[in-house]
């Protein structure tokens, strides 16, 4: 490929000394030709700034400054990238050896893609994989339905997995260009929401992150606390969307066959790859 897009990523560290240099390894040892990496160090008293001071020469930009919290050194650290592909990694999840490489491609093969996320893929405290989510697509509707949040009556047990999402600055630019700077849990989901209003997510049908479960982690320690917040979040979008029963209903007639599905699912959108040719090219799937 020539050129290479720039894609920029963003790590905010704070107390992840036992798993950020995995982390700054999954992204630096990719070796990926127009890489933009910055790692914004929250105030650490764990040992992390020494670990990441390893790495420093290689990286965009390494910021350290007292603590701020999660959402403000976070959102420093986006409106400070210049790629055309922006993205965040948080210090104890990881990408996979061909990440930057898949995503690059995805978005110079289909210019009309704004915005993607990869498979589910889990692994646990030390780094053993341990499950993954495959979700067909994402609808926008369910999305304001609350198809895909926690706790929400119509959740299905799926999730924008973050740690996959990849999207183009002029959809950043276009949502605000900000991240949620309170110390909120549901900053990433706030921002979905943001992105829904311009354009379809795509998943792609390959793991693009790692999410590492541990008991320290905000979706083990406060992730219900995000439930009532984004439910008011949804209400107040003002999208069209689907009750309960309705999802429900749909869901089960969906089962009866690919027709069914067609009929009574909801469109969504995927990237999928042509073997003969190794483009990528968008196409609409139907999900319940």
Not at 221 to 240: D, F, Q, V, W
Request: glycine share 8%; net charge positive.
């Amino acid at each position: 490929m020539s050129p290479w897009p720039k894609i920029s990523i963003v790590t905010p560290s704070y107390n992840q000394a036992a798993f950020v240099e995995a982390t700054l390894r999954s992204v630096l040892d990719q070796g990926y030709p127009n890489l933009e990496y910055l790692v914004m160090e929250d105030g650490s008293t764990d040992g992390s700034p020494a670990i990441i001071g390893k790495y420093r020469d290689r990286l965009a930009q390494y910021v350290a400054e007292p603590n701020r919290g999660f959402g403000a050194v976070l959102n420093d650290g986006l409106l400070r990238t210049t790629g055309e592909v922006m993205a965040w990694l948080n210090s104890d999840d990881l990408y996979l050896p061909y990440t930057l490489q898949t995503v690059a491609r995805i978005f110079q093969d289909c210019p009309e893609v704004e915005w993607i996320t990869g498979l589910s893929l889990l692994c646990d405290q030390p780094g053993n994989f341990i499950r993954t989510v495959s979700p067909e697509g994402f609808s926008r509707r369910l999305f304001f339905s609350g198809r895909y949040l926690g706790g929400h009556p119509a959740w299905s047990g799926r999730w924008i997995p973050q740690e996959s999402v990849f999207w183009r600055r002029s959809l950043w630019e276009k949502s605000g260009a900000h991240f949620l700077t309170e110390r909120l849990q549901y900053g990433d989901f706030e921002l979905w929401s943001r992105f829904w209003k311009h354009a379809d997510l795509h998943v792609v049908p390959l793991p693009l992150g790692v999410y590492r479960e541990h008991a320290a982690t905000y979706t083990s320690t406060r992730g219900t606390k995000s439930i009532e917040p984004c439910t008011r979040l949804l209400a107040a979008a003002g999208e069209p969307t689907l009750s309960f029963n309705a999802i429900r209903c749909r869901e089960l007639l969906s089962r009866l066959g690919t027709r069914a599905l067609q009929k009574f699912g909801q469109p969504a959108k995927a990237v999928k790859c042509e073997p003969a040719t190794g483009r990528w090219r968008s196409e609409t799937v139907y999900v319940a």
